[in-house]
């Protein structure tokens, strides 16, 4: 009864915090991918996990100067290493968040001894620190009750496991019939944090601005646009944080409205 | 006005669709790609035409060497800005209905006292009366700026029951069609 209050109270917590903030990043994407995100949220997931580990292996290749070949038996490299689980389950991004961990530990004290070009080295913690926070907030969706319909079954759960690439193979080839009690059931919110993660996926976040409705607005811009920024870029910025808050105070004016309406309806007679 | 609701009705479309809203436009260097969802969130992406890595490109340089990006970027905005308000419009009507519905019942309760004001007769104890319709009134957008997105909720539970039935139609038609 009382984890069910916690985890009420953290759910309506969090909605009200999607709710009450509007984010506007401004994302530089080094080419347009041809094809269109899938809509399951499953092969969403999987998406997601190949950027990351595929981001983990270039990032890996970039230090290898510094500490050497990769090598899957020495867990200090991991994050360039081989990929235990090439699914998209709980463990797989449990495996993905806890190579970016090390690889993120590996990176600050190398750059506190020394070790590594200053250049760069930042944007790659904070990278690194993203497929971290991310990943863990995949798994918490995933292990939450009613999300998996394969957690919970135990026939599904012998002969499928979405760690395995070889499952999300089956998955793909699948009628949509079969499909649909295999995929995950996601409330409005999940499906927007999983969309979102693999849309911005590994991409250079130059700008971001968040609003809050208690009228904190922030603004965070990366060190490389900073030193030579764009007028252009700004301005699309500014745009797009024009429209975010045309959208808001439309609908605030739309609730104002209603309670204004049904104020007038309670008014005692006069 | 015919227009507004057009343009609302596609941009529920391609909610419903895609899950959010998306404008693109291209450049000569580079493409603008800006995606929204109902909770106002926005992602602006910024994709060079050739891939920046490969070819040592600087995508600084492709931008300010773009002629017709200003053009774009006014373009792809105010198709963007017009998917927006197309989806703001169905809370707009949903509340104008409502407050047509809510003025037709308060006319009805109060007739008598809309009756005496009009006649000139309403004393200090009427205008007392309506004092805290006056208060509530000052109050309500306040307590809208905390709740105000809570409105969203029902609208965004109907998108995703829309969303389970187009899902669910599509299949059959699908399990149909393998007979």
């Known amino acids: 009864m009382f984890v069910n209050k916690k985890k009420l109270e953290e759910q309506i917590s969090t909605t009200l915090y999607d709710l009450t903030h509007l984010e506007i990043n401004t994302i530089i994407k080094d080419e347009m991918s041809a094809s269109k995100a899938p809509a ?189 920024p764009v007028t252009f870029i700004n301005t699309i910025h500014q745009d797009a944080i024009g429209i975010s808050v045309d959208f808001w105070k439309t609908l605030i004016n739309v609730v104002v409205k209603l309670g204004t309406h049904i104020i007038g309806l309670l008014n005692p007679k006069g | 006005m015919k227009n507004r609701y057009l343009q609302a009705l596609k941009a529920y479309k391609e909610l419903i669709h895609s899950g959010g809203i998306q404008s693109t436009a291209e450049g000569e260097n580079v493409f603008l790609d800006i995606r929204g969802n109902i909770t106002g969130d926005i992602l602006l992406f910024i994709v060079p035409k050739n891939k920046i890595a490969a070819d040592g490109i600087d995508i600084v340089e492709l931008i300010r060497s773009d002629k017709t990006l200003e053009r774009e970027r006014k373009v792809v905005i105010e198709s963007f800005k017009q998917k927006f308000r197309g989806l703001s419009l169905l809370p707009e009507s949903f509340v104008w209905v409502l407050g047509v519905f809510f003025s037709i019942l308060y006319t009805y309760w109060n007739f008598d006292s809309i009756l005496t004001l009009f006649s000139g007769k309403s004393g200090i104890s009427g205008i007392l009366s309506l004092l805290p319709l006056l208060l509530l009134s000052v109050i309500t957008p306040l307590l809208g700026k905390y709740f105000g997105f809570n409105l969203l909720k029902p609208i965004l539970s109907i998108i995703s029951l829309i969303n389970r039935l187009v899902r669910l139609i599509r299949n059959r038609k699908v399990e149909e069609s393998q007979g």
């Open chain 1, 40 to 228: 399951s949220p499953r092969l969403l997931l999987h998406n997601l996990a190949g950027k990351y580990d595929q981001k983990l292996v270039s990032m890996g290749d970039k230090y290898s100067h510094y500490f050497g070949a990769s090598n899957q038996a020495n867990d200090e490299n991991l994050f360039r290493g081989f990929r235990v689980k090439d699914g998209s389950g709980y463990e797989s991004f449990k495996e993905l968040s806890d190579r970016a961990k090390e690889a993120g530990l590996l990176l600050k004290a190398s750059k506190e001894r020394g070790l590594l070009p200053e250049d760069q080295i930042d944007a790659d913690i904070m990278m690194l620190k993203r497929i971290e926070t991310i990943s863990n907030d995949v798994r918490r969706i995933l292990i939450m009750d009613g999300v998996d319909p394969v957690k919970d079954d135990p026939v599904k759960n012998a002969t499928f496991n979405f760690d395995e690439k070889e499952s999300i193979e089956k998955f793909r080839i699948m009628t949509s019939r079969e499909a649909d009690t295999y995929e995950l059931n996601l409330d409005l919110r999940q499906l927007l944090v999983i969309k979102k993660a693999n849309d911005i996926g590994t991409e250079k976040v130059v700008l971001q601005t968040v609003i809050g409705m208690d009228g904190d607005v922030t603004t965070r811009i990366s060190k490389a646009f900073a030193d030579q």
